[in-house]
Nanobody
Framework: QVQLVESGGGSVQAGGSLRLSCATS?????????LAWFRQAPGKEREGVAA????????SYADSVKGRFTISQDNAKNTLYLQMNKLKPEDTAMYYC????????????????????WGQGTQVTVST
């Protein structure tokens, strides 16, 4: 069964940190070669925040989070992470992990329609 389950969201003050986790089944982890984090704030389109292409380990980030967020994985735990540092109020959103199978370029394009499997989301709220 394909399943992605996010956790780790919460409320934090600006400048703080959070680490999001995305737990998957072994089947999911072996069936997809691209894992990514997206976010969606109220009234805004879903945005691809970070992506990891499992095949070569390459990562990519949206300009808005570059240098502050880090995507990583733990193969043994079939878990994807998003370490978020120096959080800003504009980072407030529902965060989703997603998976796809395909090439490197589409993975790092982080386009919402390209991803076929999604988690239910975890809320991150950053206050001033």
């Amino acid at each position: 069964q394909v399943q992605l389950v996010e956790s780790g969201g919460g409320s934090v003050q600006a400048g703080g940190s959070l680490r999001l986790s995305c737990a998957t089944s072994e089947y999911t982890y072996s069936s997809f070669n691209c894992l990514a984090w997206f976010r969606q704030a109220p009234g805004k389109e879903r945005e691809g925040v970070a992506a990891m292409y499992i095949g070569d380990g390459t990562t990519s980030y949206a300009d808005s989070v570059k240098g502050r967020f880090t995507i990583s994985q733990d193969n043994a735990k079939n878990t994807l992470y998003l370490q978020m540092n120096k959080l800003k109020p504009e980072d407030t959103a529902m965060y989703y992990c997603a998976a796809r199978w395909g090439g490197n370029s589409l993975c790092h394009s982080r386009r919402t329609p390209s991803f076929s499997v999604w988690g239910q989301g975890t809320q991150v709220t950053v206050s001033t």
